[in-house]
């Protein structure tokens, strides 16, 4: 039984992408501008030059270059752990019995256990070239604080990461892997900010989220000289560098004469989703092809799924600029019995609003459906996947199940975020059946859509 | 500065090994036959057959037969996450400033985490097809025990591993990432076999040892209907699985146009570095390239270097056939100092011979200096390694360093078997400056020698 297409394709170097993707130099509408916090008007590349470093800051305002070449050393580190591999799942085609053909981008072959590293260095690296003396960054799940270790590692720039502190109690060996790579790592909320003591102060149990870490990082980066603050996810930049996950996989299906039909990722802040669907989203506002593009967040934390689309802080501490996303509002607090990443009260404002104009899907799991899926996931592929992974899993388990049903076969893609090697204790609670779900009520939701920023003119 | 040597070269499906490489049938002296533990005399192939599957009792005994079929079941499954990658440290080698040329076969981008699915997946294979209902196996660190999970799920046989106590207690997510693979995990010794029961009796807080886990394996096999042992290193049948690292290494340096002066393993039982040098080894026996070929051992567990070439059991237990080999003594017990697995007081039969005859050299290193070595390289190369490989780093960069004093540019191949990400409990004691050296004293290694097994005419 001739099988044409190899279980694992890998480009060579020479295919590799050479500049990244800006999928807002194609969309019809653009999102809606960033606002200062403090004038409540757009704000200017240059007012953003306190917080983030000048390149990236330009990176985030620019709406126009359709392609930005790949600084060649950042091509240089990608080729360390790059490119990664499409691979077809065969085994799981055959465990569901669907005619459907299924392919995964895995981006977890890397000691980040993550596609966060492919953001990471390009951040590092423009902050080392203009001579920041070091970063701050928050990290929820830790897939991002120990991406962006290994590259300041890399680059020699010392980085302080605020590790929210749920996380850092449950997972000391993720705080370990950091700290090999000579990060300091300070549990959020901390005594080392004003807003982490005031925060403290109001809540001196509170287990931290992003929204908290994010306040953190942002005082500590303005508040000490020649420091910035660095974010894995949301920001328009993030996305520009994660493009790098879809153009790889287009050209890796074009090899094989493939194009998906269904494209799928999982949601948090949208890095991933991003980055995976840029080129095939771009076929879409072109008109060149019509894939479905679906997002699949955690029914715990449903930004896209039941927030409302509206400006709102990035930060629970509301010091960062506004944008203008789908949101659960920014003091929203995941259940502490959610398992893993995708915690974050946003979205991308550009896949937010592409999402808003009816370009794309989401729909919202229930963890122990997550779990379920990852474990027989597993079994048949042999990669053990991050539970925020495990939600694109999901998704493509349930449309390659459709397929089944209605006889279609259909070509799926969806993104493998990475690894669950730090996550063994969430998956010993779905093993020992002790997880449950929690999906907040509308009146839960209701009291962040009531504390969302009022903004004269605008909502 | 065009760099002709890619990063990372993969092979593709169809120049991956279609046959393992025996690497018996080119050695001039045959390694000492087995003896059966009761009659003292050569085992047969049907002696094995109540403790090994049939078709792994034969490729234990096969000295003559040059390259063995992998079933293309196996190749297909090798196919889910190999060829793996044959890297180029250019990072490395650039910190160090050696002239030397480095290259590393990364065999742990696997969620096994390591080289050890290779031989897993061929050995749950041949007990499928014989119809076996059940396998056993022991694991220490845990690398084989994850790998044996992976494979048995995958064929849905049961697998009952016994793991080493003090592992059991000290890695407790190693613990659950088998359970996820549907394995049952017993810490040994337990009470669930008659000679766990009399270590315990002996010793009722031993934290065990392989030597131990490996005769609980094998008395549950034999006890057991249907239901036979399996084991991860030392064996023959092991090394021919794991040639495919060695044949896979060895043809992505001549698509490189190189060819290694010196290879590197790291050595515990063998099972890595048997597979690497196999194919090298060869053209050393044959006469068509001299390189040096360097096993890398824990000074702490100095079989090799230390060892005594002789008959001695597999296990601690004395219930195995006796294999002639470097060994510490079968109830040798390597310091609870001492991180990461390659503990076993022995060395593959075949290894030790090829070591005896002057054809590899071994060198000991002590475990502070490896893990100075593993956050070095991780640093350099973005990859945590394994405590286990990361004794090979340390060969290949003091190597390199030599080149460095010399100005000779050298190809260094050494193999990194697998990631370090269940080993931060080791990491943080490096990191913290809590972690000691221990090596044993000539009078604690002479205790061992005097309870090697008097046999008749031979020892």
Redesign the interface.
């Known amino acids: 039984m001739p099988k044409k297409v190899?279980?694992?394709l890998?480009l060579?170097?020479d295919q590799m992408p050479k500049q990244w993707y800006n999928l807002r130099a194609d969309m019809k509408e653009q999102p809606a501008p960033i606002l200062n916090p403090g004038t409540l008007q757009p704000a200017t590349v240059e007012e953003l030059y306190p917080v983030f470093c000048e390149k990236l800051a330009q990176q985030e305002m620019d709406s126009t270059t359709r392609y930005i070449d790949i600084p060649e050393e950042i091509q240089?580190f990608y080729?360390?752990?790059r490119p990664s591999p499409l691979?077809r799942a065969?085994?799981l085609e055959k465990a569901l019995g669907t005619p459907a053909k299924i392919y995964y981008k895995f981006e977890g072959?890397?000691?980040?256990?993550s596609h966060k590293?492919n953001s990471a260095i390009a951040q590092a690296y423009y902050a080392k070239e203009q001579g920041l003396t070091s970063l701050t960054t928050e990290t929820g799940a830790g897939q991002w604080g120990t991406a962006l270790s290994?590259a300041c590692?890399?680059y020699k720039l010392p980085l302080t990461v605020y590790m929210v502190k749920v996380s850092y109690e449950q997972k000391?060996?993720r705080k370990?892997?950091m700290?090999?790579?000579?990060a300091e790592i300070i549990p959020s909320p901390s005594n080392t900010t004003k807003v982490g003591q005031m925060i403290l102060s109001q809540d001196p149990n509170t287990g931290g989220s992003l929204g908290c870490a994010i306040s953190e990082a942002v005082e500590k980066a303005v508040t000490t000289e020649n420091c910035r603050y660095v974010l894995g996810s949301v920001l328009n930049q993030v996305l520009l560098h994660q493009s790098i996950i879809g153009l790889e996989s287009k050209m890796a299906m074009e090899i094989l004469d493939e194009y998906p039909d269904i494209v799928i990722g999982c949601a948090g802040g949208g890095s991933n989703l991003g980055g995976l669907i840029a080129p095939f989203m771009q076929d879409k506002l072109l008109g060149k092809a019509n894939p479905r593009i679906i997002a699949v967040e955690p029914a715990s934390c449903p930004s896209l799924t039941r927030g409302r689309y509206a400006y709102d802080f990035c930060d629970t501490g509301r010091v960062t600029p506004l944008a203008k996303m789908y949101t659960l509002g920014c003091d929203f607090m995941p259940s502490a019995n959610h398992a893993g990443g995708l915690r974050y009260h946003g979205m991308s404002p550009i896949l937010s609003k592409l999402y808003h104009d009816g370009y794309m899907e989401a729909i919202a799991v229930e963890q122990t459906k997550v779990f379920e899926a990852a474990?027989f996931f597993?079994?048949?592929?042999?990669?053990?996947p991050a539970p925020e992974s495990a939600h694109a899993i999901r998704g493509a388990i349930d449309e390659a199940l459709k397929c089944k049903e209605t006889g279609e076969a259909k070509t799926i893609l969806f993104g493998l975020t990475g690894?669950g090697?730090?996550d063994?204790?969430a998956?010993?609670a779905y093993?020992n059946g002790t997880m449950t779900d929690y999906i907040p009520t509308d009146e839960d939701l209701q009291k962040g859509f009531e504390r969302l920023p009022k903004i004269p003119g605008i909502q």
């Open positions: 190899p279980h694992r890998y060579t170097e240089d080729k360390m752990y691979i065969y085994n072959n890397n000691t980040s256990g590293l290994e590692s890399y000391p060996f370990s892997v700290q090999t790579f000579d474990v597993a079994k048949q592929e042999t990669i053990l690894t090697y730090f063994m204790t998956y010993n093993l």
